[in-house]
């Protein structure tokens, strides 16, 4: 009898462990399956490391997942920002967002961040290249944001297209949204040529944020044929291109400042002109007034006529 109760008590035993190791088996599956829940829920959406953000901006917040589709969104390029790259670590938003609504560091047109502060967010990877002239552009002396012109939770940013950038420009630049409306201009509202084939927003060395080192270096990646050198070269052309051109437009054709001859007038006084061999006549002469100039003096831009020597400033064919 004894031998039985013992035995019994020892079966009861037996039953008890597998009853409980069942349900710490069923337990522990339960855990990992809520832990596998929990890590499908922080996973990263659109950009490395965005989980602690997209647990609250998730797909109801389109503009700011769309940032997806862009270059700052290539999970693949390790040099790709994070959310805390640009908007800050922000941990009081994070804690308590319903006190705290913007993050540590926004870029709206209602950003209480100063515009350096927002601008060194993007400076701290844009660095170099087009971007080397900055801080002594036009634009960052009269604290302009980087954002003022460039979206980036967007798939097209207007700026960087060819035929919204313009859009962009004229906002600030009044006078020149007038001028490209003009009938003798650049193919700008085309496409064909744009702002920033000429300027570099982001600063240069040359003058007006010129692409290259002037003016007349600027217009020649267009205008070859006017570069020279010629025999003989008209000084005005050599020294500024804007001198006797509007490149924005103007109501005069070729984008000349002011119609000819008044604009050869300009420098040639009409009651100025070459009189018997060797002699200057000062006298007014009526067939010199309000005359087609570059009806004899095609070639302006410099020529390399070898008759007339005599005459070799008048830059004739």
């Known amino acids: 009898m004894e031998i039985f109760m013992r035995n019994t008590h020892i079966f009861f035993l037996q039953i008890l462990v597998i009853f409980f190791a069942l349900n710490l088996g069923i337990l522990s599956q339960n855990v990992m399956a809520q832990d596998d829940d ?43 920002p994070t959310c805390t790259s640009c908007h800050g670590k922000s941990i009081r938003h994070m804690d308590r967002p319903e006190k705290v609504p913007m993050p540590s560091r926004t870029f709206g047109k209602n950003s209480k961040n100063p515009v350096e502060d927002r ?26 944001a980087c954002t003022s012109c460039h979206q980036i939770h967007t798939a097209q940013d207007k700026v960087r297209d060819r035929i919204t950038q313009t859009e962009v420009c004229f906002s600030c630049h009044k006078e020149q949204r007038a001028q490209i409306n003009r009938p003798s201009r650049h193919p700008t509202r085309e496409g064909k040529v744009i702002c920033s084939d000429c300027h570099n927003p982001h600063g240069s060395v040359g003058p007006s944020s010129m692409v290259r080192d002037s003016i007349n270096d600027t217009c020649y990646t267009c205008h070859m044929e006017k570069r020279g ?89």
Not at 128 to 133: R, V
Request: hydrophobic content about 25%; some cysteine.
């Open 38 to 80: 929990d890590d499908e829920a922080a996973e990263d959406l659109v950009i490395r490391g965005d989980k602690t953000c997209t647990g609250c901006h998730d797909e109801g917040a389109e503009s700011v997942l769309a940032i997806g589709k862009t270059k700052h969104g290539t999970v693949a390029d390790e040099r790709a």
């Open 119 to 144: 601008n060194k967010a993007c400076l701290s990877c844009h660095q170099g290249g087009k971007q080397m002239h900055w801080i002594s552009s036009t634009h960052a002396n009269r604290d302009v």
């Open 229 to 317: 050198p010629f025999v003989r070269n008209h000084p005005p052309v050599q020294e500024n291109c804007a001198l006797c051109h509007n490149p924005h437009g103007t109501t005069a054709p070729n984008l000349l400042r002011v119609r000819s001859p008044f604009l050869c007038q300009e420098c040639h006084e009409p009651n100025t002109h070459q009189g018997s061999p060797g002699t200057i006549d000062g006298s007014y002469r009526r067939n010199l007034l309000a005359r087609g100039c570059v009806n004899c003096h095609t070639q302006i831009h410099g020529s390399n006529n070898p008759e007339n020597v005599r005459l070799e400033d008048l830059l004739q064919r």
